[in-house]
């Protein structure tokens, strides 16, 4: 399918999975009403992406803001083959083909569904079957990534890693997520059971303030926060 709304440029995707409406939710909603909208009035100058899927955030962000560096941190090889697709000829993002952690490593993702519907999902963190489809990504220490790439401040942080959310934030330098200026991504139920989302937003509570949205019908919580400093 090609972009027609946004950049006229082919978008790439899984036929009969997921990325149909992950699409659906970023792309082709009015801007107001998609998923990483945010009410922005600077323009941002780096914006990263953890958990970057097939690249459809990165499309969004590259539209509304050309001139934003943007790194993307996939470590799931199918995703990675739709992503480079979805990212050629963007000169300004930068792919790192692996998830940021507290420390480098390798880590058995599984897939979040049998049926293979949902393939872009896979997680570290919950409680698959064993018989799940599953495969071994490489993780790398965020503060060191940052480092290595001249990161220390940071204008919008998306976030959609599977449930790993309070981990990478976490293993954040505190310094560096207390400058973040925007977060958007979303929570993932199945944290209900062990308070993780609740962990989550405490820890973040310090500097930012939430907007947090469920429909009857999404599974997740899209969170969006905006750092204290900005009002």
Same mark, same amino acid.
């Given at each position: 399918m090609t972009w027609r709304s946004g950049d006229g440029k082919p978008v790439?995707?899984?036929?009969?999975?997921?990325?149909?409406?992950?699409?659906?939710?970023?792309?082709? @909603?009015? $801007?107001?009403?998609?998923?990483?909208?945010?009410? /922005?009035? &600077?323009?941002p100058k780096i914006i990263l992406d953890v958990g970057a899927n097939i690249g459809i955030a990165a499309r969004f962000f590259h539209f509304h803001f050309p001139s934003a560096q943007i790194h993307l941190f996939e470590p799931i090889k199918s995703n990675l083959e739709v992503l480079k697709k979805n990212i050629q000829?963007?000169?300004?993002?930068?792919?790192?083909?692996?998830?940021?952690?507290?420390?480098?490593?390798?880590?058995?993702?599984?897939?979040?569904?049998?049926?293979?519907?949902?393939?872009?999902?896979?997680?570290?963190?919950?409680n698959f079957s064993n018989d799940f489809p599953s495969e071994i990504g490489h993780? @790398?220490? $965020?503060?060191?990534?940052?480092?290595?790439?001249? /990161?220390? &401040?940071?204008?919008?942080?998306?976030?959609?890693?599977?449930?790993?959310?309070?981990?990478?934030?976490?293993?954040?330098?505190?310094?560096?997520?207390?400058?973040?200026?925007?977060?958007?991504?979303?929570?993932?139920s199945e944290n209900l059971e062990t308070n993780e989302i609740w962990r989550t937003l405490d820890y973040l509570s310090e500097w930012f303030d939430f907007e947090i949205r469920k429909n009857f019908s999404l599974k997740n919580f899209v969170f969006k926060a905006k750092n204290k400093l900005l009002d």
């Open positions: 790439y995707f899984r036929r009969g999975t997921s990325d149909v409406y992950l699409i659906y939710d970023i792309l082709l @909603k009015p $801007a107001g009403k998609c998923e990483y909208w945010l009410p /922005i009035t &600077e323009k000829g963007i000169d300004n993002c930068v792919l790192h083909e692996f998830g940021l952690a507290s420390e480098d490593g390798e880590i058995k993702f599984a897939m979040t569904s049998r049926d293979g519907k949902n393939q872009g999902s896979f997680s570290a963190f919950s993780v @790398k220490a $965020a503060n060191n990534t940052f480092k290595e790439n001249s /990161i220390d &401040e940071i204008d919008i942080l998306k976030i959609d890693a599977e449930g790993a959310e309070f981990d990478i934030l976490a293993a954040m330098d505190k310094n560096v997520l207390a400058k973040t200026k925007w977060i958007v991504g979303e929570l993932h």
